[in-house]
């Protein structure tokens, strides 16, 4: 038998069923990842298989370096065979890691080999995988048709064009994509020096000259204006933990004035500043019907001598394990006393606060929205076969499964889209096993409807992006 062969993760015939009559024809809603609008626009190419699957990954990177692989060979300047044959030296360590997983599924449904990948089969691969690679068929467009993507949730800044997205979405293809507003540079002001510089462009941008906090805040809502006509719907935040200081008109430009001047704020302006920010996007994002993201818990670039060296998003970031969730309902508490909470998600890399996260959003469901508050999908250090069970098993316990809107890839790589297969399987996986032990009803049409809305037809429904089919 194969490697992951048919019925991979698929432990019975319910499961099976459910997958291969359900799931695996649904398209695919990857409505957050961190891909290149502008490779999606422009239709890219390769030039090899180490260029496309070892480019940018840091969770192959941080294997490879656990694995004994010098930097070189890492994200330094080998040849790209080198580097391939360094992660095919790696691959065989990486057992009961997803990433061997991943690796084998992303060789079968893009290369469509059962080969394993380790030094004695790296000739093999490579060769019949830069075959493909070098087919004029085998590029961004190909893939997206070839996985039925109908929607990409790319990741962008205020002041960003969105051009690529603009000229991308003009044309045929059913594939859109979609930016994502992410205020983080507005926000944090750790480093006084790159929040002015962030500033000055924002003002480039938006024709103004920001002389205070008002013209701040009427300049960063021109560009969510701007966003949400290019098909904006959601707003993403990649925040140590959710801040709630609050902080009127009179304050922030008290620290909006100190910024300017080149001064760091001290700790309480830092904390008034972000959260006034933050509300108010808030506040905007739920008068448009927006979704707020908010990534919590990631400690990032904790290794100093290597961030200097290889900068950010380099597999240099681990979980926090502190507490999160009081400052969190203060802040959600705050917007919802006046209305003015949007739909939100709640993503956070340390699956110790899955529970505290999904008792918490069950305070703010007010009915307006089926599942308006969301517990996000396994992220970053947990979107692992374990992390995925154990998501769905804590949103399930305490919440409502059935409106849950699924898996996003969070990916650099355009070869992560099988993802939303080890996702599917995985939640087949776990509704056949209670089917047969009898904990859910072997109905068909409950089971088929279920299966539909968490792999497809919620996100869809959600999201509500313009145009998607």
């Not at 990409?152 to 991308?168: K, N, Y």
Request: with cysteine; aromatic share 10%.
């Amino acid at each position: 038998m194969a490697y992951l062969h048919e019925n991979f993760l698929l432990p019975n015939k319910t499961s099976q069923r459910l997958y291969h009559e359900v799931a695996a024809d649904q398209p695919i809603m990857d409505y957050h990842c961190h891909l290149s609008p502008e490779a999606v626009a422009g239709n890219a190419r390769f030039p090899d298989l180490a260029e496309i699957w070892l480019g940018g990954d840091h969770y192959k990177w941080r294997a490879m370096r656990a694995a004994g692989i010098p930097e070189a060979c890492v994200t330094g300047d080998a040849a790209p065979r080198e580097k391939f044959d360094a992660w095919a030296r790696t691959v065989p360590q990486t057992v009961r890691n997803p990433l061997h997983h991943w690796t084998h599924l992303e060789l079968k449904r893009y290369f469509e080999t059962d080969l394993v990948l380790s030094p004695q089969t790296a000739d093999a691969i490579w060769d019949l995988a830069n075959a493909r690679i070098a087919e004029d068929s085998f590029n961004v467009h190909s893939i997206c048709q070839q996985f039925d993507i109908r929607a990409i949730g790319t990741t962008d800044d205020p002041v960003d064009s969105l051009e690529h997205h603009l000229a991308h979405n003009a044309g045929p293809l059913k594939t859109k994509i979609f930016p994502t507003f992410r205020p983080d540079k507005a926000m944090i002001t750790a480093d006084v020096q790159s929040w002015n510089e962030w500033t000055d462009q924002l003002a480039a941008v938006c024709g103004k000259t920001l002389s205070s906090a008002a013209d701040f805040i009427l300049a960063l809502k021109m560009r969510h204006d701007f966003f949400h006509q290019v098909g904006c719907r959601l707003t993403d935040h990649g925040i140590e933990s959710c801040p709630f200081h609050p902080c009127d008109a009179e304050q922030a430009e008290v620290v909006f004035q100190k910024l300017r001047a080149g001064r760091a704020p001290n700790e309480s302006e830092a904390e008034q500043w972000m959260t006034y920010i933050l509300q108010t996007v808030a506040r905007w994002s739920a008068a448009r019907g927006w979704t707020m993201q908010l990534h919590l818990g990631a400690l990032r670039n904790t290794h100093r001598t290597m961030f200097e060296r290889l900068g950010p998003d380099t597999g240099y970031d681990t979980m926090l394990d502190e507490p999160l969730i009081r400052k969190l309902a203060a802040f959600l508490d705050s917007l919802a006393m006046s209305d003015e909470l949007p739909q939100c998600i709640f993503y956070h890399v340390n699956p110790n606060a899955l529970y505290p996260l999904a008792t918490l959003m069950a305070s703010y469901q007010d009915g307006s929205v089926a599942g308006k508050m969301q517990l996000g999908s396994g992220w970053w250090h947990v979107d692992t076969l374990d992390g995925m069970r154990t998501q769905m098993e804590v949103l399930s316990s305490v919440g409502l499964f059935s409106r849950f809107v699924g898996m996003l890839t969070d990916s650099r790589s355009f070869l992560s889209f099988p993802r939303h297969e080890y996702f599917r399987r995985i939640a087949c996986g776990i509704i056949g096993a209670d089917v047969e032990a009898g904990l859910i009803p072997d109905d068909a049409d409950l089971l088929d409807q279920l299966v539909t809305d968490i792999c497809y037809q919620n996100a869809k429904n959600y999201f509500n992006f313009p145009g998607v089919e």
